[in-house]
Structures are given as structure tokens and as C-alpha cells.
């Protein structure tokens, strides 16, 4: 059997094609644009459907295809009416329409109540907040409407004509018991949304149906996740205390744990409660603004004449980086503070400057406080009873060894990369496998698709103990002077 695995992020589509023994038989991926409407961006469906209908028939006439599944981003929704003409586009989860309806929310319902029930705080991203925005700005459209979908579960409507929305993707919308698994009906039916509009929800791998002879592929359509999910899975991260650091221009650690009680100030630090795709499990998501992001810095406004691209700058850098702490401290808020201070306004800063730095340095010191960051949000973490203890690293910061071997004796936790930067379509094979049956399990569909490059073990890590101390002090000490 092969197994397709799609992705479909906010500009690009992209898939893998596995063989049952995890040979990837193809790939591609293709850019789209955003849709503008009235000076706002959304995302473009119609650029989408498109793109989607030639990466079915492409694979489909290189390759025979058993099995599809769907990853997506999360939160951004379509508004459709009973005849399935779309009502409102997908607006991006950066969009500032919603802030007002999550603070009404806080003020109809304590945030300790809501982030109990759905495992977040009311906040402009999620679906129900821009819902509620719709509702009070464009009243017409709200009552001709009649579904809600997310991407993925929208894409999976088109291919089979059913409803269906894994867990994880649910959870982004705001209004998810992630106990109960269920969208509650108490929470929506008090905020005048019908349960209805929803699809239906279930675990990930779940068989949704046949897709429908006009895409070309006769095959069974699989029900995918959000993509950190995925990414997840592809990494191979199954158990308690698992995780995989997605270092891409921001940084995201999906770490898992079975139970937590962090009470509401775990969810105001930016702390979401995920259900994952391993009955019994939760994840949640930490995060770094600045990260591959932090890089471009140093090698664009730093390095002025520097004109290579990313994997040749890692190499041109270390070679003159030495393997010792760089002696200056890095706070790498160059984008603003995400979890756990939540503070977009904050800034970066690097101290310790002589005449005598050398552009090495400066280089390692941005690597270094991205670790240190990642370790103050981990030490963070096990006050509410999640610990990370290993980590797979993926995405562009995954290709540099220096720099992974820093965050391994940094934050204390081995690290490992994977054979391909794609961990989330590996994660969608993974599903399908044990969906079609051509694994038992998760845990050894993992033996069969997760493959792994290098290890990275800590070194203990005992040189950076006093710059750590004094890093866990910097954003008091810079928002002090600030003021």
C-alpha cells in the first residue's frame, strides 16, 4: 500500500508519498497567495482546492494510492451557508479582529472556567473569537450560515462530502471540551453559535471515506491534525515526557504529559492544554519568536556582505565559532516575548560587548540564548508537573550540529534530527499505516517511518550554570530600564 500525506499551510501545499516500507516515492510542494479582500489577507481556498486537485492526479499518475490524509494550521476557519457557498474567508490567526469579542469572553465566563473547559484562554487567534467578530460585524452573513470548518476538515468535506475534525485541530477553535472530546454545547449555545455548525470530531487516523471519483484518486481518505501534531508524530514522539523542537523562524516544542493541573496561570504564560493523537495524552506548546528568525538577523543586518544562504552560512560561522560558552549573555526577543512572559513589546539584547568580540561570538551567543530561553521555558514547565526529557529537532535550525549540540548541554536533554525536514507528512503516513492496517500501532508504524539521522547527548553543561542564573534575570532587569 502507499500512503499520500498533504500539508496545507497558510501559503504552500506540500506532499510525501510513502510506500508501506517507508520509502518516500515522491514529493513536491507549491506556493499559493494570500487572498486580499477589502485590505485584509485571508486565506485563499479557491488557490488551494486548486493546487490540491494537480498533487492528487500528479501522484495518482506516477504512483497507485491507497490512503490520503490532511494536515492544516490551526484556528483559521470558512463560514459556509446550506448550500456550501462560502460566506466569510479563512482569516489568518494574526489578524487583530476578535480582540474585543476574547475580552467579552473573559467578562461573560472566568478565564479559569474557560481554560479548564477547553484547555485555553480567550485570545483574538482562536476560531470563536473571529466567530463572535462575525457576528457582531457582519450579522447577515451570520445568520445564513450553517457550517464552520477549519482547513483540514474543510478539504476533507470536498473530497468525501463528510465532516469530520480530529481532536487536536478542534482544541484551536476555543470552544472544545478536550476531556470530554467533544465542542460544548453549553459554552456555544450561551454564546448564540449552534453546536451543530461544527464537524464532527474524532481521533486522528479515523477513517472518513471514499474520495470522491472527480479527484481523480480511488482511495480512502484518513483523518489527519493540526500540523504541530503531526510534526510530532513524524518525530516519533509517542510517550510522556517526549517532544520535538520545531526550530523554523519561530521556535515551538510540542512536549507530552498525561495529566496536568496548571490552573489558570499555566494558561495566561501561553501554555494551551492540546489532546494529542496517543489516547490518554495532552501536549502543549512552547514557544520562541526568535529563532531561525534570530539567525537572519546576524547574517543579514549583521553581516552585510555575507550573500550565502542558510546551510552555508552554519558552516561558515562555526568554523570559527570555538566549542566554549561565547562569554556574552543573549536575550533573544528580537520579535517580542511569547511563552511564558507574553509580552510582544519586549526586546532583545545582547551584553557583554568589547572592541575585541569577534562576529563568532556574537553568532554563538544568539545560539546560545535561544537554548537558554527554550531551558528557562522547560524549568517553567515542571512547576506544573510537565518535564521534557529528550527532544527531535526539526526545521532549518535542525541542520546546524553546533548549534544543537549547545541546546543538548544548555537545556540538559539529548536531541536527536531526523532523515527529512518533513516530519509532519511522516506523521500523517504513520496514521494511515495503522489505519489501512499496515501497522499495529502507532509505536510500530514509528519502527517503519521515523528515521533518524544524529544524536546529540549533553556534556554537562556546568560552564553555562552562571550565565544561566543571570540570564533568568535579564527581561525584569531590561523591562526595568525600559520604563
Known amino acids: 500500500m ?14 510525501q508519498l510513502f510506500s508501506e516500507k517507508g520509502e518516500i516515492l515522491a514529493y513536491r510542494t507549491e506556493e499559493y497567495p494570500f487572498l486580499f479582500r477589502e485590505g485584509a489577507k485571508y486565506v485563499d481556498l479557491a488557490a488551494i482546492e486548486a493546487c490540491l486537485r494537480r ?19 490551526g484556528e483559521s476557519f470558512v463560514l459556509l451557508d446550506g448550500e456550501d457557498n462560502v460566506l ?8 487583530e479582529r476578535g480582540a474585543e469579542e476574547a475580552e467579552a469572553l473573559k467578562k461573560c465566563f472566568s478565564e479559569e472556567e474557560i481554560f479548564s473547559l477547553t484547555g485555553t484562554v480567550p485570545h483574538s487567534m482562536y476560531s470563536v473569537s473571529k466567530l463572535l467578530w462575525i457576528k457582531s460585524n457582519e450579522p447577515a452573513l451570520f445568520e445564513r450560515a450553517e457550517k464552520v470548518m477549519l482547513i483540514a476538515d474543510y478539504f476533507g468535506y470536498l473530497l468525501t ?20 472530546k467533544e465542542f460544548s454545547g453549553e459554552l456555544l449555545s450561551s454564546l448564540g453559535i449552534p453546536r451543530a455548525w461544527f464537524s464532527s470530531p474524532m481521533p486522528a487516523g479515523s477513517v472518513v471515506g471514499r474520495i470522491r471519483p472527480a479527484f481523480g484518486v480511488d482511495a480512502v481518505l484518513v483523518l489527519g491534525s493540526h500540523d504541530q501534531i503531526a510534526a510530532a ?6 510517550c510522556e515526557g517526549d517532544a520535538v523542537d520545531g526550530m523554523g523562524t519561530v521556535e515551538c516544542i510540542t512536549a507530552l504529559f498525561s495529566a496536568v493541573d496548571g490552573g489558570i496561570r499555566m494558561g495566561r504564560q501561553g501554555y494551551p492544554i492540546v489532546p494529542y493523537a496517543v489516547e490518554g495524552l495532552f501536549c502543549t506548546y512552547i514557544l520562541n519568536y526568535s529563532c531561525g528568525s534570530a539567525v537572519r538577523l546576524v547574517r543579514e543586518n549583521l553581516m552585510h556582505g555575507y550573500k550565502g544562504g542558510e546551510a552555508s552560512f552554519f558552516a561558515y560561522m562555526e568554523k570559527e565559532m570555538a566549542d566554549a560558552p561565547s562569554g556574552l549573555l543573549c536575550l533573544p526577543y528580537f520579535g517580542g516575548a511569547s511563552t511564558p512572559h507574553q509580552d510582544l ?71 536527536k534530527t531526523l532523515r527529512s525536514s518533513e516530519g509532519g507528512l511522516c506523521g500523517l503516513a504513520m496514521l494511515q499505516a495503522v489505519a489501512m492496517g499496515g501497522a499495529k500501532d502507532l509505536f510500530s508504524a514509528k519502527e517503519t517511518f521515523v528515521r533518524y539521522r544524529d544524536s546529540f547527548l549533553p556534556r554537562g553543561g556546568a560552564e553555562y ?17 525600559e520604563k
Request: glycine share 10%; proline share 2%.
Open 55 to 73: 498533487m492528487l492526479g500528479e501522484a495518482a499518475r506516477a504512483h497507485r494510492i491507497d490512503s490520503v490524509a490532511i494536515s492544516s494550521i
Open 465 to 481: 550554570v552562571p550565565y544561566y542564573e543571570k540570564y533568568k534575570k535579564l527581561y525584569k532587569t531590561i523591562k526595568e530600564i
Open 345 to 415: 513589546s519586549a526586546r532583545g539584547a545582547i551584553l557583554g560587548l568589547g572592541t575585541q568580540t569577534r562576529d563568532a561570538e556574537i553568532y554563538r551567543a544568539v545560539l546560545e540564548g535561544t537554548a537558554m530561553e527554550m531551558r528557562y521555558n522547560m524549568d517553567t514547565m515542571k512547576e506544573y508537573g510537565i518535564e521534557v526529557r529528550s527532544a527531535v529537532a526539526t526545521g532549518g535550525g535542525a541542520n546546524s550540529a553546533a548549534w544543537l549540540r549547545i541546546k543538548a548541554d544548555i537545556e540538559g536533554i539529548p536531541y
Open 88 to 95: 466569510f474567508h479563512p482569516m489568518l490567526y494574526t489578524d
Open 233 to 238: 508524530l513524524g518525530a516519533g514522539a509517542l
Open 2 to 15: 502507499n500512503y499520500l500525506s498533504v500539508d496545507i499551510g497558510t501559503t504552500a501545499c506540500k506532499y
Open 161 to 180: 462530502g463528510e465532516r469530520a475534525i480530529d481532536h487536536s485541530l478542534a482544541a484551536r477553535t476555543g470552544v472544545f471540551d478536550i476531556r470530554k
